[in-house]
Nanobody, 115 residues
């Protein structure tokens, strides 16, 4: 059984910060790349950030310089640090990885930013 489980979402005021966590099965965490996506109501899911097994990170333009993706290989946990959040960051955030060639998704964690 393999899984991704997100946590850490909640309500936060504009300008604030929070950290999302994704507990991953080792078979998924050992893949070449993992990612965070987000989806707002009525919108399509969008890529937020990726990180390779070697630690190289890339970000969507909308979150660059505000969000940080990282991974802890000892605990098989993927993180997303959200700084200086804006109401436009409100969405369900999903952890994504691969089991072989098959994509795997977590259930998502809700982030709501109030102004």
């Amino acid at each position: 059984q393999v899984q991704l489980v997100e946590s850490g979402g909640g309500f936060v005021q504009a300008g604030g910060s929070l950290r999302l966590s994704c507990a991953a099965s080792p078979s998924i965490f050992s893949g070449k790349v993992m990612a965070w996506y987000r989806q707002a109501p009525g919108k399509e899911r969008e890529l937020v950030a990726t990180i390779t097994a070697g630690g190289a990170a890339n970000y969507a333009d909308s979150v660059k310089d505000r969000f940080t993706i990282s991974r802890n290989v000892r605990t098989n946990t993927l993180y997303l640090r959200l700084n200086s959040v804006q109401p436009e960051d409100t969405a369900v955030y999903f952890c994504n990885g691969f089991l072989g060639s098959a994509p795997v998704w977590g259930q998502g964690t809700q982030v709501t930013v109030s102004s």
